[in-house]
């Protein structure tokens, strides 16, 4: 966010909001004048935005009309959006006057912000991927707060340093003050969507099904052998398919306000190495070991982000049951999205597409 905007105060935003309301008018007339409550969508061309944004189109009878929020209104996805009927606007969360534009007029909105954006070495140095997330959290929360939103859906993860401090754990400090950045940045944001009153339903996410395309699916040992290693050890992991994050919060959005003030846990699946090495020979059809690294082991494994990633694993482990057990695949099922997808469903699909080694 540059200095201008971070420096917007209260009165600058409605300001803001006041001028904008004629250039959105016509998006108004378009989509609340046939009685449909438009979604701002952060990250519909991406994977969990996305899902929530073919989920809207999927529905032409539903409530909701979509609105599509990107720095790109230029590139293919946008443009595919644009076609099947969404309104595309440029928005940037390191703009607040933009996003501020961009919510005006709509009923609600997702929010998610991306850790892992590629940024430029610049972009590097002048500020941490977590303060990066944070202050696009913040832009967020006021510019909601300014628009006068009527349902926020942040999409969001636990600060693990309250339960590693709660149990005793010994690991690195990350960036001066984080254990697992992209997972502390966003939990520490939550607070700027309560402080400001924005009406918010915080959607717990957890590791995607898509990780097993991108290295942490089974490679073949020295000898041969299809091998699934992590640190997990005997404890269950939860993942989900990114598309149902979008599909939930659909679910969520339809479900109204007895979902504003309320946190959801979202996974498709809970389950060990063992299980998922399981899965993993069924479905490829060759034998596929689990073997169990140390989180020692992941931190020093040499690649970008190891130590992270270590410690996010150590997260995963230590607080299983916690974790685990607040992503309640049932409710979810019940009553936002039925159609949820089991690892074994969506590996089904997706099995030539595994880079085995």
């Known amino acids: 966010m540059s200095e201008t905007n971070s420096a917007m105060t209260s009165t600058d935003i409605t300001t803001e909001a006041s001028s904008t309301r004629s250039s959105t008018s ?23 935005g996305g899902g929530l944004a ?28 644009a076609a099947r009927g969404a309104d595309v606007v440029h928005a940037d969360l390191d703009d607040e006057a933009s996003m501020l534009r961009a919510f005006e007029g709509a009923y609600g909105a997702f929010v998610v912000t991306n850790f892992w954006a590629e940024r430029t070495p610049e972009e590097e140095a002048a ?21 006068g939103l009527k349902h926020v859906i942040w999409s969001t993860l636990e600060d693990t340093r309250p339960h590693f401090e709660h149990l005793g754990s010994e690991l690195p400090t990350l960036l001066d003050r984080y254990k697992v950045p992209h997972f502390d940045a966003k939990g520490e944001a939550d607070n700027l969507f309560t402080s400001l009153g924005v009406p918010t339903t915080f959607l717990l996410t957890t590791m995607f099904y898509e ?18 290693t992590n640190p ?11 598309e149902d994050i979008g599909r939930t919060a659909y679910g969520i959005f339809r479900a109204g306000a007895r979902y504003v003030g309320r946190t959801v846990g979202l996974a498709g699946d809970h389950l060990t190495g ?28 040499g690649f970008p982000g190891a130590d992270e990633i270590g410690n996010m694993y150590q997260f995963y482990a230590e607080a299983a049951d916690y974790f685990v057990g607040v992503r309640d695949i049932d409710l979810v099922r019940r009553e936002l999205h039925p159609d949820l997808v089991s690892f ?8 030539d597409q595994i880079p085995l080694g």
């Open 26 to 48: 016509s998006t108004e007339v378009g989509s609340m004048g046939t009685g449909k409550k438009i979604i701002a969508v952060v990250g519909a061309t991406g994977q969990q």
């Open 54 to 81: 073919r989920a809207i189109l999927g529905d032409p009878q539903g409530p909701f009309a979509l609105r599509v929020l990107t720095r790109r209104t230029d590139s293919a996805a946008a443009r595919e959006l």
């Open 127 to 147: 500020r941490t991927r977590p303060q990066m997330e944070l202050d696009q959290a913040g832009v967020a929360a006021r510019a909601a707060k300014a628009a």
């Open 211 to 228: 990780a097993f395309l991108v290295g942490q699916g089974p490679r073949r040992d020295e000898d041969g052998r299809l091998a699934l």
């Open 232 to 242: 997990m050890g005997d404890s269950a992991l939860a993942v989900v398919a990114a």
């Open 274 to 301: 063992v299980q998922l090495a399981e899965t993993f020979t069924r479905v490829l059809g060759e034998r596929v070991e689990y073997r169990p690294l140390t989180h020692d082991q992941m931190r020093s494994a």
């Open 344 to 351: 074994e469903d969506w590996l089904t699909v997706h099995k």
